[in-house]
């Protein structure tokens, strides 16, 4: 069955650091979603993507962030300057149609010191 | 405020033993609603999803409810299994403008089942 997939696993890294975080979507799918869940709260959605363009970003998604597909399997996420309140997992989905069911990766445990 | 809450916050049961867990949701305009299982350290993965015509719909020993008018909904686990212990959590989707969604996620009950 295809699935998500997300690297690193895990992810150690100085405050203010660059950081990028990959995730490869199920093949044929359109919609791309990167969420995060700080340890003991709620998934909080980040951003969406369709057509090569953000479509929904939450106020979450400030000017640290930013989303690529630089090519036709990888989606990634960037936060440029990490700050200690980043540190979370960072979870990939897709989905075929928007209505649909997105498949979860699973995950890329951050940590900023 | 689109806002989607879970109880019990937390529940132990035995091996065997069926569980209830409820939903409540204030989200508008509703869209549909998702039950989403995930281990400690996974990602979620999607158990059932429905739309507001659709009272009750299950997945093997997964069986979900919606009461669109109440906004309710609950999860009820048949026959729980060891496997089962993970943190299961409402998703409530929310129709914006065009083909944009909103998902409102719950905080999750967290189920232990103990042997």
């Known amino acids: 069955e295809p699935e998500v997939t997300q690297t690193p696993s895990h992810q150690v890294t100085q405050m203010g650091q660059e950081v990028i975080l990959r995730c490869v979507p199920i093949?044929?799918?359109?919609?791309f979603y990167w969420y995060r869940q700080i340890l003991g709260q709620k998934v909080e959605f980040l951003v969406s993507f369709y057509n090569n363009e953000i479509s929904e970003k939450s106020e979450i998604f400030d000017d640290q962030f930013s989303v690529e597909r630089p090519d036709g399997s990888n989606f990634t996420l960037k936060i440029r300057s990490t700050k200690l309140e980043d540190s979370a997992m960072y979870f990939c989905a897709s989905t075929g149609l928007v209505q649909e069911t997105q498949y979860f990766g699973p995950g890329t445990r951050l940590l900023v010191l | 405020k689109n806002q989607v809450e879970q109880s019990p916050q937390s529940l132990i049961i035995l091996e065997g033993k069926n569980c209830t867990l409820q939903c409540n949701y204030t989200v508008s305009p509703f869209s549909n609603l998702r039950w989403y299982k995930q281990d400690t350290g996974r990602g979620p993965v999607s158990l059932t999803i429905?739309?507001?015509s659709e009272n009750t719909k299950s997945n093997g020993r997964y069986t979900a409810t919606l009461d669109a008018d109440t906004k309710q909904s609950s999860l009820h686990i048949t026959a729980s299994q060891l496997s089962d212990s993970a943190s299961y959590i409402c998703v409530v989707s929310a129709s914006n403008a065009g083909n944009n969604r909103k998902l409102i996620w719950g905080l999750g009950t967290s189920l232990a089942v103990n042997p």
């Open positions: 093949s044929n799918h359109l919609y």
């Open positions: 429905m739309t507001f």
